[in-house]
């Protein structure tokens, strides 16, 4: 396993894997590792005969008033663990390298990016995209794999690599969850234990919405309404948005003719949590 600070260490590494005929998959994180991260290791490394997966904390995605200075960073025990799945490396480049004084450069997903958490979150999946295409340019992956739980992200690199051409087949992995529904995120970590009770209901409106449809329910007003009125049960969460939408748009949908995701994002304590459940025709 090697581990690459700089740009050009991991730019060497992976094209001398493709000299050697060698598929490569990459995982993007931001580290403080938990088994949704690691899902993606596995995924990767049972489609590809090399793995890298990259730990950064990306200062672009962050808003002025975010948690990017708090957010938990864990290198040794990261290390340990991508090595104990067999990652092949691991790319931990500084600030510096990644945006160095005068880059000025994005990339944006118009549209899309103001949907959804880029509604509350302004700018953050532009940096997200700017990221994203960096780490494409940098590693030069065949397969990246991004998780179902940040639904509209892999929505957005999903459209970014088909208007861009980028050479990158992206795969999108299930939800991990904790064994009571909560899904998995480094957030999590920022929870006291009372919070931590308080958070399942995020996860709870999400079941309450695909019960109502199971019993088919099939007006979108009812559903949101079922999903809301959950939240009642945890006075101290704040719901910041419960939609509906298109996989694909992020639109709200006016029927459930097709594939609709129900995603959720909501504040508990310090932390902004989101999930979401896709709703499936018959
Ligand atoms: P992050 O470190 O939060 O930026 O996440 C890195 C990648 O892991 C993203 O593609 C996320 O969607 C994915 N991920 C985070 N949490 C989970 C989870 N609970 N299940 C599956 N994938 C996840």
């Known amino acids: 396993m090697r581990v690459c600070h700089s740009i050009d260490e991991m730019r060497a590494g992976s094209r001398a894997a493709g ?12 580290g403080a590792l938990h088994e ?9 490394k049972a489609q590809c005969d090399l793995v890298a997966a990259s ?16 957010y938990p960073r864990t290198f040794d025990r990261d290390r340990e663990l991508f090595t104990q799945e067999g990652v092949d490396f691991i790319f931990a480049p500084s600030v510096e390298e ?24 302004p700018g953050h999946f532009r ?25 509209a992200q892999s929505t957005i690199i ?6 861009l051409n980028i050479p990158v087949q992206v795969v999108v992995c299930p939800i991990v969850r904790e064994p009571d529904g909560l899904a998995m995120s480094s957030r999590n970590a920022y929870l006291d234990a009372q919070q931590r009770e308080s958070a399942l209901v995020i996860n709870h409106s999400l079941r309450a919405v695909q019960e109502r449809f199971d019993q088919g329910e ?13 939240f009642v049960q945890a006075p101290s969460v704040r719901l910041d948005y419960f939609e509906i939408v298109d996989p694909e748009t992020l639109d ?20 902004r949590l989101i999930d979401n459940t896709l709703l499936m025709p018959a």
């Open 158 to 163: 999903r459209r970014m690599v088909r208007d």
């Open 218 to 230: 099939h007006k979108i007003d009812a559903l949101i309404e079922a999903g809301i009125r959950v």
């Open 252 to 271: 709200p949908v006016d029927d459930l003719s097709r594939a609709a995701l129900v995603a959720v994002a909501a504040f508990v304590g310090k932390a």
């Open 55 to 70: 730990i950064f904390v990306n200062p672009l995605q962050f808003g002025p008033s975010e948690d990017l200075a708090k």
């Open 36 to 44: 949704g991260h690691l899902s993606l290791v596995r995924a990767a």
């Open 19 to 30: 000299r050697e005929g060698k598929s490569l998959g990459l995982v993007p994180t931001m």
């Open 98 to 121: 990644m945006y160095p004084a005068g880059a000025v450069t994005y990339v944006t997903v118009e549209g899309l990016s103001d949907k959804l958490c880029g509604r509350t979150r």
């Open 127 to 151: 940096g997200v995209t700017t990221v994203v295409s960096k780490l494409f340019n940098i590693v030069e992956p065949d397969r990246a794999f991004f998780g179902q739980k940040d639904a």
